[in-house]
Antibody, heavy 115, light 113 residues
Protein backbone atom coordinates (compact mmCIF):
# COMPACT_ATOMS: atom_id res chain seq x y z
CA UNK A 1 0.00 0.00 0.00
CA UNK A 2 1.27 3.46 -0.91
CA UNK A 3 1.39 6.21 1.70
CA UNK A 4 2.45 9.82 1.28
CA UNK A 5 3.18 11.56 4.57
CA UNK A 6 3.75 15.30 4.60
CA UNK A 7 5.50 17.55 7.08
CA UNK A 8 3.55 19.61 9.57
CA UNK A 9 1.84 22.96 9.46
CA UNK A 10 3.91 26.11 8.99
CA UNK A 11 3.45 29.78 9.82
CA UNK A 12 5.59 32.14 7.77
CA UNK A 13 6.17 35.87 7.42
CA UNK A 14 5.51 37.65 4.14
CA UNK A 15 8.60 37.63 1.95
CA UNK A 16 10.00 34.45 3.45
CA UNK A 17 10.14 30.90 2.04
CA UNK A 18 8.58 27.61 3.04
CA UNK A 19 9.73 24.06 2.36
CA UNK A 20 7.26 21.19 2.68
CA UNK A 21 8.28 17.54 2.49
CA UNK A 22 6.40 14.47 1.28
CA UNK A 23 7.76 11.04 2.20
CA UNK A 24 6.54 8.09 0.16
CA UNK A 25 6.34 4.49 1.28
CA UNK A 26 5.27 1.54 -0.86
CA UNK A 27 5.67 1.55 -4.64
CA UNK A 28 8.77 2.57 -6.58
CA UNK A 29 9.48 6.21 -5.85
CA UNK A 30 11.33 7.11 -9.04
CA UNK A 31 8.76 5.51 -11.36
CA UNK A 32 6.15 8.17 -10.74
CA UNK A 33 5.59 11.88 -11.14
CA UNK A 34 5.21 13.64 -7.81
CA UNK A 35 3.05 16.72 -8.10
CA UNK A 36 2.20 19.51 -5.70
CA UNK A 37 -1.36 20.82 -5.59
CA UNK A 38 -2.67 23.57 -3.36
CA UNK A 39 -6.04 24.84 -2.18
CA UNK A 40 -6.36 28.37 -0.83
CA UNK A 41 -9.26 29.19 1.50
CA UNK A 42 -12.51 29.22 -0.45
CA UNK A 43 -10.71 28.37 -3.68
CA UNK A 44 -10.33 25.30 -5.85
CA UNK A 45 -7.47 22.89 -6.42
CA UNK A 46 -4.47 24.29 -8.26
CA UNK A 47 -1.61 22.28 -9.75
CA UNK A 48 1.71 23.92 -8.98
CA UNK A 49 4.25 21.63 -10.56
CA UNK A 50 5.70 18.14 -10.64
CA UNK A 51 8.94 16.19 -10.76
CA UNK A 52 9.90 13.02 -12.56
CA UNK A 53 13.15 12.94 -14.49
CA UNK A 54 12.68 16.68 -14.98
CA UNK A 55 10.59 19.30 -13.27
CA UNK A 56 7.58 21.10 -14.75
CA UNK A 57 6.06 24.16 -13.14
CA UNK A 58 2.79 25.96 -13.73
CA UNK A 59 3.48 29.30 -15.37
CA UNK A 60 2.08 31.12 -12.35
CA UNK A 61 4.83 29.77 -10.06
CA UNK A 62 7.80 29.98 -12.41
CA UNK A 63 10.72 31.63 -10.67
CA UNK A 64 9.64 31.14 -7.07
CA UNK A 65 8.79 27.42 -6.89
CA UNK A 66 11.39 24.67 -6.65
CA UNK A 67 10.46 21.01 -6.50
CA UNK A 68 13.13 18.47 -5.67
CA UNK A 69 13.28 14.80 -4.82
CA UNK A 70 15.66 12.63 -2.81
CA UNK A 71 15.45 9.07 -4.09
CA UNK A 72 17.56 7.75 -1.21
CA UNK A 73 14.80 8.69 1.25
CA UNK A 74 11.83 8.57 -1.16
CA UNK A 75 11.02 12.14 -0.24
CA UNK A 76 9.85 15.00 -2.43
CA UNK A 77 10.12 18.65 -1.45
CA UNK A 78 8.25 21.79 -2.42
CA UNK A 79 10.05 25.09 -1.79
CA UNK A 80 8.04 28.27 -2.37
CA UNK A 81 9.71 31.66 -1.95
CA UNK A 82 8.62 35.32 -1.75
CA UNK A 83 5.51 34.33 0.18
CA UNK A 84 2.48 36.62 0.38
CA UNK A 85 -0.84 36.22 2.17
CA UNK A 86 -2.23 34.77 -1.07
CA UNK A 87 0.00 31.74 -0.56
CA UNK A 88 -1.92 30.79 2.56
CA UNK A 89 -3.29 27.39 1.58
CA UNK A 90 -3.29 23.67 2.16
CA UNK A 91 -0.53 22.10 0.10
CA UNK A 92 -0.82 18.49 -1.07
CA UNK A 93 1.64 16.16 -2.72
CA UNK A 94 0.12 13.63 -5.09
CA UNK A 95 1.53 10.76 -7.16
CA UNK A 96 0.77 9.85 -10.76
CA UNK A 97 2.17 7.72 -13.54
CA UNK A 98 2.90 9.53 -16.79
CA UNK A 99 0.42 12.40 -16.23
CA UNK A 100 -2.42 9.99 -15.60
CA UNK A 101 -4.64 10.17 -12.57
CA UNK A 102 -3.33 11.47 -9.25
CA UNK A 103 -3.94 8.23 -7.43
CA UNK A 104 -2.35 8.77 -4.03
CA UNK A 105 -2.34 12.00 -2.04
CA UNK A 106 -0.62 13.21 1.06
CA UNK A 107 -2.67 14.38 4.02
CA UNK A 108 -2.06 18.04 3.25
CA UNK A 109 0.06 20.70 4.96
CA UNK A 110 -1.41 24.03 6.03
CA UNK A 111 0.86 26.95 5.29
CA UNK A 112 -0.22 30.26 6.82
CA UNK A 113 1.47 33.47 5.71
CA UNK A 114 0.90 36.26 8.17
CA UNK A 115 2.79 39.21 9.59
CA UNK B 1 -2.76 27.22 -18.73
CA UNK B 2 -6.25 28.46 -17.82
CA UNK B 3 -8.43 26.55 -15.39
CA UNK B 4 -11.07 24.27 -16.87
CA UNK B 5 -14.60 25.64 -16.49
CA UNK B 6 -17.09 23.89 -14.22
CA UNK B 7 -20.48 25.04 -12.90
CA UNK B 8 -20.14 26.40 -9.37
CA UNK B 9 -22.90 24.22 -7.96
CA UNK B 10 -25.27 21.43 -8.91
CA UNK B 11 -27.96 19.97 -6.69
CA UNK B 12 -30.30 17.01 -6.76
CA UNK B 13 -32.57 14.90 -4.61
CA UNK B 14 -31.63 11.45 -3.30
CA UNK B 15 -31.99 8.86 -6.04
CA UNK B 16 -31.77 11.37 -8.88
CA UNK B 17 -29.02 11.60 -11.48
CA UNK B 18 -26.94 14.71 -12.03
CA UNK B 19 -24.29 15.59 -14.60
CA UNK B 20 -21.33 17.89 -14.03
CA UNK B 21 -19.62 19.48 -17.01
CA UNK B 22 -15.98 20.47 -17.47
CA UNK B 23 -15.01 22.61 -20.44
CA UNK B 24 -11.46 23.06 -21.64
CA UNK B 25 -9.70 23.62 -24.92
CA UNK B 26 -7.84 21.84 -27.68
CA UNK B 27 -4.59 21.97 -25.67
CA UNK B 28 -6.07 19.88 -22.87
CA UNK B 29 -9.38 17.96 -22.89
CA UNK B 30 -9.77 18.18 -26.65
CA UNK B 31 -6.43 16.55 -27.37
CA UNK B 32 -5.89 13.99 -24.63
CA UNK B 33 -7.88 11.21 -22.97
CA UNK B 34 -6.16 11.99 -19.68
CA UNK B 35 -9.18 13.49 -17.93
CA UNK B 36 -9.76 12.55 -14.32
CA UNK B 37 -12.33 13.51 -11.70
CA UNK B 38 -11.78 14.00 -7.97
CA UNK B 39 -14.20 13.98 -5.07
CA UNK B 40 -13.12 16.31 -2.27
CA UNK B 41 -14.69 16.38 1.17
CA UNK B 42 -13.55 19.32 3.34
CA UNK B 43 -10.61 18.44 5.55
CA UNK B 44 -9.71 15.31 3.60
CA UNK B 45 -7.42 14.64 0.66
CA UNK B 46 -9.07 14.53 -2.78
CA UNK B 47 -9.98 11.08 -4.08
CA UNK B 48 -9.87 10.02 -7.73
CA UNK B 49 -13.22 8.62 -8.88
CA UNK B 50 -12.75 8.61 -12.67
CA UNK B 51 -9.58 8.42 -14.73
CA UNK B 52 -8.77 8.38 -18.45
CA UNK B 53 -12.18 9.96 -19.17
CA UNK B 54 -14.39 7.03 -18.18
CA UNK B 55 -12.51 4.43 -16.13
CA UNK B 56 -13.31 3.80 -12.47
CA UNK B 57 -10.65 2.87 -9.92
CA UNK B 58 -11.23 -0.27 -7.93
CA UNK B 59 -13.61 0.38 -5.06
CA UNK B 60 -15.37 3.37 -6.62
CA UNK B 61 -19.13 2.99 -6.98
CA UNK B 62 -20.47 2.32 -10.47
CA UNK B 63 -22.91 5.18 -9.81
CA UNK B 64 -20.08 7.42 -11.05
CA UNK B 65 -19.46 7.53 -14.80
CA UNK B 66 -17.47 9.78 -17.10
CA UNK B 67 -17.49 10.79 -20.75
CA UNK B 68 -16.01 13.32 -23.13
CA UNK B 69 -17.10 15.07 -26.32
CA UNK B 70 -14.79 17.53 -27.99
CA UNK B 71 -13.39 19.95 -25.42
CA UNK B 72 -15.95 19.06 -22.73
CA UNK B 73 -15.82 16.23 -20.22
CA UNK B 74 -18.74 15.17 -18.05
CA UNK B 75 -19.25 13.32 -14.79
CA UNK B 76 -22.61 11.70 -14.09
CA UNK B 77 -23.64 10.63 -10.61
CA UNK B 78 -26.58 8.23 -10.68
CA UNK B 79 -28.78 7.32 -7.72
CA UNK B 80 -27.59 10.37 -5.78
CA UNK B 81 -26.83 9.66 -2.12
CA UNK B 82 -26.24 12.01 0.82
CA UNK B 83 -22.59 10.92 1.04
CA UNK B 84 -22.08 12.23 -2.52
CA UNK B 85 -22.33 15.76 -1.15
CA UNK B 86 -18.81 17.13 -1.78
CA UNK B 87 -16.76 19.27 -4.13
CA UNK B 88 -15.87 17.71 -7.48
CA UNK B 89 -12.93 18.71 -9.65
CA UNK B 90 -12.05 17.67 -13.17
CA UNK B 91 -8.42 17.59 -14.19
CA UNK B 92 -6.71 17.18 -17.55
CA UNK B 93 -3.22 16.76 -18.89
CA UNK B 94 -2.33 19.82 -20.98
CA UNK B 95 0.60 20.28 -23.31
CA UNK B 96 1.98 22.45 -26.05
CA UNK B 97 5.40 23.10 -27.51
CA UNK B 98 6.26 25.18 -24.45
CA UNK B 99 4.63 23.45 -21.49
CA UNK B 100 3.40 20.20 -20.03
CA UNK B 101 1.10 20.37 -17.03
CA UNK B 102 -2.05 19.35 -15.22
CA UNK B 103 -4.97 21.74 -15.31
CA UNK B 104 -7.77 21.51 -12.75
CA UNK B 105 -11.32 22.65 -13.14
CA UNK B 106 -12.82 25.45 -11.09
CA UNK B 107 -14.77 22.92 -9.04
CA UNK B 108 -18.46 22.08 -8.57
CA UNK B 109 -20.16 21.87 -5.19
CA UNK B 110 -22.74 19.08 -5.22
CA UNK B 111 -25.64 19.44 -2.81
CA UNK B 112 -28.07 16.63 -2.04
CA UNK B 113 -31.37 18.25 -1.11
Amino acid sequence: QVHLVQSGAEVKKPGSSVKVSCKASGGTFNSYIMSWVRQAPGQGLEWMGGIFDTTNYAQKFQGRLTITADESTSTAYMDLSSLTSEDTAIYYCARSWNYGQLDYWGQGTLVTVSS
Amino acid sequence: QSALTQPASVSGSPGQSITLSCTGSNTDIGSYNLVSWYQHHPGKAPKVIIYEVSKRPSGVSDRFSGSKFGNTASLTISGLQTEDEADYYCCSYAASSTFEAYVFGTGTKVAVL
